[in-house]
């Protein structure tokens, strides 16, 4: 495992340190590394995987993942669970083009359905993560025309 | 209309109270309660922030158990929940110590009948070091202030909504309305609508229709007046 591999892990183990005390958990002895610990720990700390609590103490705050504009969208209507499509156009600040083609995905994908113009409402519980992109009927369609 | 997010005082508080809980120091308690009455913006303000800042959001259902309560949170935080809830606490604590991010609660007044849960919510801050924000209807604060306890260690960290004020009132137009409101345009609908969002916005519409019917570039409070009439 790397230098920034094994640091990662003892960050995640110990929570809130120092650089010694990463340095002590990974077992670093020589000068060179743990100069090493502390050029990382800048890294990680440019990168937000860590964030400064006070003087030489830090707080591990962990890998952010890259969240999806269509991520985004699916989190925000089924925690609004009633959504319309100026809500997701306000909240998200997004393109509106894939905002409408979002709500008339999960229309037909049968995840929401629609209310009245623009307003819909989510259809069950829905899991956290977004289900992979499944092509509606007039994409296949299209798709058809174009073959 | 202009459709974005509209940044009011109760935003800016809001958004104020989250840094602090989620930039705290050492032994600092990591809960926050925010409440008001209903129609507020509290729980869109909370689903914007929760998108802006990526943390996990739920809400607790009337019906909610400690169990199921646990249970949705770890749907949320991404993992199959096992089936005691000892365990599916575990699990909670797991996935929050790896990855930390603020917890948002929504309607937390539903669950403070329930003092295991809300014992659960104390724990998980204390052993992962999450900060939690609790948000709930104008009861919530009563009703939690008899977790003596827990009251005392979040006092700092409370928040009440407010209907908007006057100068509120006059910003959120600023931002919004696609048309100009005079001083006493604003006055006037501010005291139609009490500083409430959801009747701020249909005040805003009106005053946006009397304005391209008549071909006028500012609105002022006669012209709303004579509409009612």
């Known amino acids: ?28 002895r020589s000068y060179r590394e743990r100069e090493d610990v502390r050029d990382s720990l800048r890294d990680f700390l440019r990168r937000g995987e860590i964030e400064r609590i006070d003087h030489a103490f830090y707080r591990y705050v962990g890998r952010k993942e890259r969240v999806t504009f269509r991520q985004r969208l699916w989190d925000i209507s089924r925690r609004m669970i009633q959504f319309s499509f100026k809500d997701l156009v306000q909240i998200t600040g997004g393109n509106k083009g894939t905002i409408q083609e979002f709500c008339c995905w999960m229309v037909q994908q049968g995840y929401a359905r629609r209310i009245k113009r623009g307003h819909y409402k ?16 007039a994409d296949q369609a299209n798709e058809r025309i174009k073959g | 209309m202009k459709n974005i997010f509209a940044i009011t005082s109760n935003v800016e508080l809001f958004m104020s109270l989250a840094t602090s809980l989620e930039k705290r120091s ?16 509290k729980t869109r303000t909370a689903i914007w922030y929760a998108d802006k800042v990526g943390a996990v959001f739920i809400r ?13 949170l770890v749907i949320e935080l991404g993992q199959e929940p096992m089936y005691r809830a000892s365990d599916i606490y575990k699990q909670a604590e797991k996935s929050l110590s790896e990855n930390p991010r603020l917890l948002i609660v929504d309607e937390i007044d539903r669950l403070a009948s ?25 009861s919530s604060e009563r009703k939690l202030a008899r977790f003596r306890h827990l009251y005392y260690r979040m006092q700092a960290h409370i928040m009440r909504f407010k209907p908007l004020s006057e100068a509120d009132v006059k910003r959120f137009a600023g931002q919004l309305c696609e048309v100009q409101l005079g001083e006493s345009a604003i006055s006037e609908i501010y005291r139609i609508t009490g500083g409430r969002i959801g009747n701020l916005i249909g005040e805003f519409l009106k005053a946006e229709r009397i304005a391209k019917a008549n071909d006028l570039k500012t609105i002022e409070g006669s012209h709303l007046r004579r509409k009612a009439a």
Not at chain 2, 60 to 72: D, G, H, I, K, Y
Request: overall charge positive.
């Open chain 2, 114 to 138: 329930r003092w295991q849960a809300i014992e659960a919510l104390r724990d998980l801050t204390d052993q992962t070091g999450v900060p939690i924000l609790m948000v709930g209807m104008d």
């Open chain 2, 26 to 41: 050492q032994g600092i308690p990591g809960l926050g309660l925010i409440f008001g009455e209903p129609g507020l913006g």
């Open chain 1, 122 to 137: 989510v259809t069950g519980k829905l899991k956290p993560t977004i289900p992979k992109h499944r092509k509606g009927a």
């Open chain 2, 60 to 72: 607790a259902l009337a019906t909610a158990t400690v169990r199921s309560f646990l249970e949705e």
């Open chain 1, 1 to 28: 495992m790397t230098l920034a591999g094994r640091m990662r892990q003892a960050a995640k183990q110990l929570r809130k340190f120092t650089p010694k005390d990463i340095s002590d958990t990974i077992e670093v």
